[in-house]
């Protein structure tokens, strides 16, 4: 079973950049398709990213579309979420997953593992 941590959450302004790091263990992390979902408090979960087992395909909503970037080392067991240009409504916890289907997905009932999420809150 794949355990997942995020990494690299803080307090920025407006208009910085964060990295978050999702790092995996107990499995390979070429075997899965992986997204990153985010949540603000009083709002259900939320699709910003997906990244196929390969890294040649990714998908991205229009809020985060030019501003999001997905990628994964599978050499490292790793995936990442570069951030920027940030905006005081990307404000939320962040989350990886693990989809075992190799299908990139926007749902996240597809998606088989999660992290426990790395809260990012941006100031206006």
């Known amino acids: 079973q794949v355990q997942l941590v995020e990494s690299g959450g803080g307090l920025v302004q407006a208009g910085a950049s964060l990295r978050l790091s999702c790092a995996a263990s107990?499995?390979?992390?070429?075997?899965?398709?992986m997204g990153w979902f985010r949540q603000a408090p009083g709002k259900e979960r939320e699709f910003v990213a997906g990244i196929s087992w390969n890294g040649g395909r990714t998908n991205y909503p229009d809020s985060v579309k030019g501003r999001f970037t997905a990628s994964r080392d599978n050499t490292k067991n790793t995936v990442y979420l570069q951030m920027n240009g940030l905006k005081p409504e990307d404000t939320a916890v962040y989350y990886c997953?693990?989809?075992?289907?190799?299908?990139?997905?926007?749902?996240?009932?597809?998606?088989?593992?999660w992290g426990q999420g790395t809260q990012v809150t941006v100031s206006s």
């Open positions: 107990g499995g390979t992390l070429s075997r899965y398709a």
């Open positions: 997953a693990a989809d075992s289907d190799f299908v990139l997905s926007r749902d996240e009932y597809a998606y088989d593992y």
